[in-house]
């Protein structure tokens, strides 16, 4: 009874009998390595068969002693390989979030490279001064739409100047100050701007609604725009530029004829500001200012030169009295001969010159 009554007393019996066999088996690993570390040379058969004996027990005895090391060594070597793993996986996410920021980087700067250098291709034919300006904010509402870009009249710019991207027109300049301009877009009600249909040279007013698309009004011309018909700054009123491109011509759900702009292909980051006045900056003005004409051929081997200054006329020779046998004068008063005019000498009467003497 004491036995149940302790709670270790079942487990007392077994526990003894664990410990005479462990002390049993170290004994005998004990006797077994004294005999096996002995250096004394065989001397006798007895002696060397006892090694022998033992040495065929400890190796599998030792083996099996050793395995739980071997394999508690192992179980460290994979729990520290697996620490290293883990380790090594939280820095390569690292850098892999590092590259990913990196390449999403470049890939942002090779599209920009892309924009300013289809921004540096934008040429006009004559050439035209531009300024690169970048857009930096951007008004929309329900019927205004305007940009604000980051060249002002610090860059020379001025109100009513063309802005393009390197697409297409995007709008004008309505607005200055020193270090930004506000761009009003094709779209804006408040824009007309004077174009041309490509194809069949009609002119027309774009005319912006406050939608994506604006329209074609005041059309002029039979047959004056096609589907598709590409649609180009006219230069009507010395606003605009003639030429620069605009977009393409399509029949609305309305009726009307509109066009969809080239510039709402993509994004309007970048933008070119022309800085055109007039069309007199576009001309030589000192060919202009030359007035001399090339000289032509008449039929009036005379007038050899049209429109060169006239030579002066020669003033006639003033043709002198005929010749005549004056009769000396008479003493009585003679009745007061009529005034005559001096004719000249092509004029005179053949009768008034002197005949010559007979040879």
Not at 32 to 38: G, N
Not at 178 to 185: D, H, I, M, Q
Not at 291 to 311: F, K, M, Q, S, W
Request: proline residues 8%.
């Amino acid at each position: 009874m004491a036995l149940r009554q302790d709670s270790f007393g079942e487990l007392k019996v077994p526990l003894t009998w664990m410990a005479v066999v462990a002390l049993i088996v170290c004994a005998v690993v004990g006797v077994s390595i004294l005999l096996s570390d002995r250096r004394e040379t065989f001397q006798t058969e007895a002696y060397g068969a006892a090694r022998q004996a033992v040495d065929t027990v400890s190796a599998p005895v030792g083996g099996a002693v050793a395995a739980p090391g071997r394999w508690t060594g192992d179980l460290l070597g994979w729990l520290r390989s697996y620490v290293a793993v883990a380790h090594e996986n939280r820095r390569l996410h690292k850098v892999i979030d590092g590259l990913q920021i990196q390449a999403d980087e470049a890939v942002r700067l090779r599209d920009e490279n892309e924009r300013l250098r289809a921004m540096l291709g934008v040429q006009t034919d004559p050439p035209i001064p531009m300024v690169t300006a970048r857009v930096v904010t951007d008004s929309r509402g329900p019927f205004a739409n305007a940009r604000l870009a980051n060249a002002g009249t610090d860059a020379g710019v001025v109100v009513g100047y063309p802005v393009l991207s390197e697409r297409g027109l995007v709008g004008r300049i309505v607005g200055v100050s020193g270090a930004a301009s506000r761009v009003l877009l094709l779209t804006d009600v408040a824009s007309r701007t004077p174009v041309m249909i490509d194809r069949s040279n009609a002119r027309a007013i774009l005319t912006g609604d406050g939608g994506p698309n604006p329209k074609l009004e005041y059309l002029r011309g039979r047959d004056a725009v096609h589907q598709g018909d590409r649609v180009l700054t006219s230069g009507d009123g010395g606003v605009l530029p003639r030429g620069l491109p605009v977009g393409r011509a399509v029949k609305g759900l309305d009726g009307r004829w509109r066009v969809v702009l080239d510039a709402d292909a993509g994004a309007i980051d970048w933008v070119r500001i022309l800085k055109f006045k007039d069309y007199s900056q576009l001309a030589d003005q000192a060919a202009l200012a030359q007035t001399r004409l090339p000289p032509v051929i008449t039929e009036n081997p005379d007038d050899r030169i049209i429109g060169a200054a006239p030579a002066r006329a020669t003033p006639a020779p003033k043709a002198t009295a005929a010749p005549t046998t004056a009769a000396p004068p008479l003493k009585t008063p003679a009745a007061p001969a009529p005034k005559t005019t001096a004719t000249p000498a092509a004029a005179t009467p053949r009768s008034a010159t002197p005949a010559r003497p007979a040879q």
